[in-house]
């Protein structure tokens, strides 16, 4: 069936390094992976997403990097500032804009 | 320019009741999603609707049914309600289904507990 396998760690980092939150996923038919980002009280918000035929895509202070021999989705964000304090979820799309949802990551930001 | 607008925000309802929850896209967005999220589960599509019609069903019971009006309005119901369905609903638009991006615009939630 399908799923996009992630349990519910925390990363804990300290502002200005750098982030890496991985992902798995397990249907070779979705054609969009897609990251939200959710914090509390508040729905998921888009930050980036990747087409299947691509490898990697930068957007601002984040990059996105697809590996579909491993089946392998993760998050970069750059000189992580408080403000990205949230719950990550990775996501893909195999049809419309039904979105399977990974269970999600929580990041800490330290001062 | 409005987001995607969620009533009501919060709500309790009893075991048997029933719910119906309503979400209102983004201004030209024809596609309407909703999820449902809980610390168990995590978050699981449950249907899509463009242009009146349902296009895509999740995996969950008959008790929950939804539809769109013409204005792309969206509502959502749940009936016979159970303490498991306490989670937070959350609707998503975006311009049309599938399209060249995956980028789904969500509401903030309606918050249901159920006594």
């Known amino acids: 069936g399908e799923s996009v396998g992630l349990h519910l760690p925390t990363l804990s980092v300290q502002e200005g390094d750098n982030s890496i939150i991985n992902c798995a996923y397990s249907?070779?038919?979705?054609?969009?992976f897609i990251w939200y980002k959710q914090e509390s009280g508040k729905g998921p918000q888009f930050i980036i997403d990747?087409?299947?035929?691509?490898d990697k895509r930068q957007g601002q202070r984040v990059t996105v990097l697809l590996n579909k021999t491993v089946k392998h989705l993760s998050l970069q964000i750059a000189a992580t500032q408080p403000g990205d304090s949230a719950v990550y979820f990775c996501a893909e799309r195999a049809y419309g804009n039904k979105l399977v949802f990974g269970a999600g990551t929580i990041l800490r930001v330290k001062s | 320019k409005a987001g995607v607008t969620q009533t009501p925000r919060y709500l309790i309802k009893t075991r048997g009741q029933q719910v119906t929850l309503s979400c209102s896209p983004i201004?030209?967005?024809?596609?309407v999603s909703w999820y449902q999220q809980t610390p168990g589960q995590g978050l699981q599509f449950l249907f899509e609707?463009?242009?009146?019609?349902?296009?895509n069903k999740g995996n969950f019971p008959g008790r929950f049914s939804g539809r769109q009006f013409s204005n792309s309005r969206s509502e959502m119901n749940v009936s016979t309600l159970e303490l498991g369905d306490s989670a937070l609903y959350l609707c998503?638009?975006?311009?049309?289904?599938?399209?060249?991006?995956?980028?789904?615009?969500f509401g903030e939630g309606s918050r249901l507990t159920v006594l």
């Open positions: 249907n070779s038919a979705s054609d969009y």
């Open positions: 998503a638009s975006s311009l049309n289904p599938g399209t060249s991006s995956g980028e789904l615009f």
């Open positions: 990747i087409r299947s035929n691509m």
């Open positions: 609707y463009f242009s009146e019609t349902q296009r």
């Open positions: 201004s030209g967005h024809r596609s």
